[in-house]
């Protein structure tokens, strides 16, 4: 008689099964959806995943036990919000029980009512297509019937905990080994030229900075008002542009949205950061201190002061 158990009689220990489950870095997500009654429903989700393109298709699971579910199953429409870097407070808002998760929350309505929140890296908005039953869950499939991209860095879930999304060193190493080929017919003279070394090197240092910037969830046109405001440079209104080295359009349209998110004002005709902005500010500039000091760690640092100094000089920075 064969003393060995098949495999379907081995008993999985759901701990070491979540945890290697865990391996596999997903997106986050809040589902929010809206019933005849008037009643909103959300969840924090990782479970979403594309299932078709024609029709397009999504799906997503929740727990049969889920207080939720019922509003999800008398709702025409839902809407699948993918967090930015920068919402991480709403993925933890949205996962607590007995609240009221729309307080304070910033958001428009989409198709069928459902809510779709501001801020995301993307948002669908879906057709109750089909639900099945899976186990302990529900799986839920959507019909996408909108959507918008706002091309965000997208909030990151990995062995249970946040993270962020930033270019892999090999593909970096492959872009700087192909960038280092150009210009070898006239290198002796290009190599010396200051207008060349300044541009290629802003280039290269943005290459590992403005990924680790983004993954925070910020545009770039945001973090650099967030850095601006918070170093206290721009005196007034019309410094920012040259500060931040763009348009007064885009400038202004970066104010909204941290005016809208609570993290600025407007006083007296200038933005001030409020406390939540400057403690933001202060974790940017971590950030950039950060990624500074790892550049000129193999510089003595006199030779950093009389870099800086030149910059200045040349920047017109007194």
């Known amino acids: 008689?064969?003393?060995?158990?098949?495999?379907?009689?081995?008993?999985?220990?759901?701990?070491?099964?979540?945890?290697?489950?865990?391996?596999?870095?997903?997106?986050?997500?809040?589902?929010?959806?809206?019933?005849?009654?008037?009643?909103?429903?959300?969840?924090?989700?990782?479970?979403?995943?594309?299932?078709?393109?024609?029709?397009?298709?999504?799906?997503?699971?929740?727990?049969k036990n889920s207080s939720s579910?019922?509003?999800?199953?008398?709702?025409?429409?839902?809407?699948?919000?993918?967090?930015?870097?920068?919402?991480?407070?709403?993925?933890?808002?949205?996962?607590?029980?007995?609240?009221?998760?729309?307080?304070?929350?910033?958001?428009q309505l989409g198709a069928g009512q459902?809510?779709?929140?501001?801020?995301?890296?993307?948002?669908f908005e879906c057709?109750?297509?089909?639900?099945i039953e899976g186990g302990d869950h529900w799986i839920i499939i959507g019909k996408v019937v909108n959507f918008r991209d706002?091309?965000?860095?997208?909030?990151?879930?990995?062995?249970?905990?946040?993270?962020?999304?930033?270019p892999h060193p090999l593909l970096q190493l492959n872009n700087s080994i192909h960038t280092e080929d150009l210009g070898q017919m006239h290198q002796g003279h290009l190599y010396s030229n200051v207008c060349y070394l300044m541009s290629r090197a802003f280039k290269f240092y943005q290459t590992d900075y403005i990924p680790k910037q983004l993954v925070t969830g910020f545009r770039t046109s945001e973090a650099r008002l967030l850095l601006v405001l918070g170093s206290g440079?721009?005196?007034?209104?019309?410094?920012?542009?040259?500060?931040?080295?763009?348009?007064?359009?885009?400038?202004?349209?970066a104010a909204?949205?941290?005016?809208?998110?609570?993290l600025l004002l407007e006083s007296d005709g200038f933005y001030k950061l409020t406390e939540k902005g400057k403690k933001t500010a202060h974790y940017l500039f971590d950030i950039a201190d950060s990624h500074q000091n790892e550049v000129f760690e193999k510089y003595p640092a006199d030779e950093k002061d009389i870099f800086i100094k030149i910059l200045k000089d040349i920047a017109g920075i007194m």
Request: hydrophobic share 40%; with cysteine.
């Open 233 to 253: 440079t721009a005196s007034n209104k019309a410094d920012l542009p040259r500060d931040i080295a763009m348009p007064m359009q885009e400038v202004e349209q």
């Open 69 to 107: 579910f019922p509003v999800f199953e008398q709702a025409t429409h839902f809407a699948v919000n993918i967090l930015s870097g920068s919402q991480i407070d709403l993925s933890n808002k949205f996962a607590r029980r007995n609240i009221d998760k729309f307080e304070g929350t910033s958001y």
């Open 127 to 131: 057709e109750r297509y089909q639900v």
């Open 150 to 166: 706002e091309g965000r860095s997208p909030l990151v879930y990995h062995q249970g905990a946040y993270s962020g999304v930033i």
């Open 1 to 63: 008689m064969n003393s060995l158990k098949s495999m379907d009689e081995i008993a999985i220990d759901s701990m070491q099964f979540r945890r290697a489950l865990g391996n596999f870095a997903t997106g986050v997500t809040i589902i929010t959806a809206q019933n005849a009654q008037g009643e909103k429903v959300g969840v924090t989700a990782n479970s979403f995943n594309s299932v078709s393109l024609d029709p397009p298709l999504i799906l997503w699971s929740i727990d």
């Open 114 to 123: 459902a809510p779709l929140l501001d801020h995301c890296s993307a948002v």
């Open 256 to 262: 909204s949205i941290l005016k809208h998110d609570g």
